[in-house]
């Protein structure tokens, strides 16, 4: 296994800029999601790792070796990067046993039997599927084909293992049992593992770190703890979790982290890592119901989540805000709301 390091990536398609200004590493050994709405360029940043796309801009290295470079024209051909790929299609073999299946790479390397059975048994294991071994792909579940599918990418010990929407086609509950199904195998594996998803819920839920996307760019790349609690911008405020994103006015500075601003037309302390915040990221949390609160709010909307309610709000000020509740409210009741320090941000 090895790290994967991005140095100014920038991929175009004739004039259309699909990626542009990618500079990171993805650790080794770490599960990584590229996280972003549709079109921001996430299956072609994982196309260029895999090789099947060169980059127009910029280098590619799988740890100390460089795998696409731009101005050399260098690019390594994705059965020479020893990575695994995994795709929302299974591209399984009808004709062949699962078993078969999963063993088919090392077969084609013409490793000897006896190292052939020992790695499949392996990949069958790490996958959950030691006994399906003699079914055919027909005989499977869509979850059980994905698993073949990991596990064939498995058997060449790759650097790493790219996935790209590979729970797109499961149903909401086979998902959710897939999803530990991946996070048990990066566990057990340590595998290097890049995971395409437009699913915030799927990403944070397996992720060690998320690099959410727009526009062709990665606009933060941090644990889902730290995208949460301290979003960059607006963008990723919104995409990232419930709340809502409301102006500051009449700022003054504490110091270096913290700030008096008002918002929602009350003055509170705001936590900031920038020299000009401008907006402020309120999560449910940041909201306590008090019939003493300065903040006065109208429900607009009451959901059961079971055990709580979500509450969406509309403040006084025009804002809309999202809130919890153990207490049931009806739209129309008009509450009072205290806020703690919300995480703010620029401008943009
Ligand atoms: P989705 O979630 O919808 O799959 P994505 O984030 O994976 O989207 P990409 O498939 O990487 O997005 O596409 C990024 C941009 O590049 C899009 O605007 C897309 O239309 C464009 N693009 C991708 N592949 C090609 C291609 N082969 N030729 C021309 N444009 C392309």
Redesign the pocket.
């Known amino acids: 296994m090895a790290e994967l390091i991005l140095s100014d990536i920038a991929k175009h ?2 004039d ?1 800029t ?1 990626l542009e200004a990618i500079s990171t590493t993805i650790p080794d050994g770490e599960f990584v999601a590229l996280l ?1 709405p ?8 994982l196309r260029l790792l895999a090789g099947f796309e060169h980059p127009s801009h910029g280098q590619i290295r799988i740890g100390s070796r460089m795998v696409a470079d731009a101005t050399s024209q260098l690019n390594v051909p994705p059965e020479a990067r020893n990575i695994g790929f995994v795709f929302q299609s299974y591209a399984l073999w009808p004709h062949m046993t699962v078993r078969r299946n999963v063993g088919y790479p090392l077969e084609i390397r013409k490793l000897s039997r006896q190292e052939q059975a020992r790695r499949t048994d392996a990949a069958l294991a790490a996958t959950a599927l030691t006994d399906f071994g003699d079914r055919m792909p027909s005989e499977l579940s869509g979850g059980q084909r994905q698993r073949v599918a990991l596990a064939r990418c498995l058997v060449s010990d790759p650097t790493a293992v790219l996935l790209d929407e590979p729970l797109a086609n499961l149903d909401v509950a086979l998902r959710a049992s897939m999803q530990q199904v991946f996070s048990d195998f990066h566990r057990r594996t340590r595998a290097t593992m890049v995971y ?1 998803t ?1 699913d915030q819920a799927e990403a944070m839920a397996m992720a060690d770190r998320i690099a959410v ?1 727009n526009a062709g760019r990665i606009v933060q790349f941090d644990t889902p703890e730290v995208l949460y609690a301290r979003p960059r911008n607006r963008f990723v405020a919104g995409f990232i979790g419930e709340g809502a994103v409301v102006p500051l006015c009449d700022i003054s500075r504490d110091d270096r982290h913290s700030y008096r601003a008002t918002l929602l037309g009350t003055r509170i302390a705001v936590n900031s890592d920038t020299d000009t915040p401008r907006l402020a990221c309120l999560r449910p949390e940041n909201l306590t119901i008090a019939e003493t609160g300065d903040v006065r709010a109208k429900v607009e909307r009451v959901t059961y989540l079971g055990g709580r309610y979500r509450l969406d709000l509309v403040a006084a000020t025009g804002d809309p805000l999202v809130a919890q509740s153990s207490a049931r409210f009806a739209p129309g009741d008009q509450i009072g709301l205290t806020l703690a320090a919300p995480w703010a941000f620029a401008d943009h």
């Open positions: 398609f004739g259309a699909a972003g549709s079109g921001c360029g996430k299956s072609t940043l395409v437009h996307m």
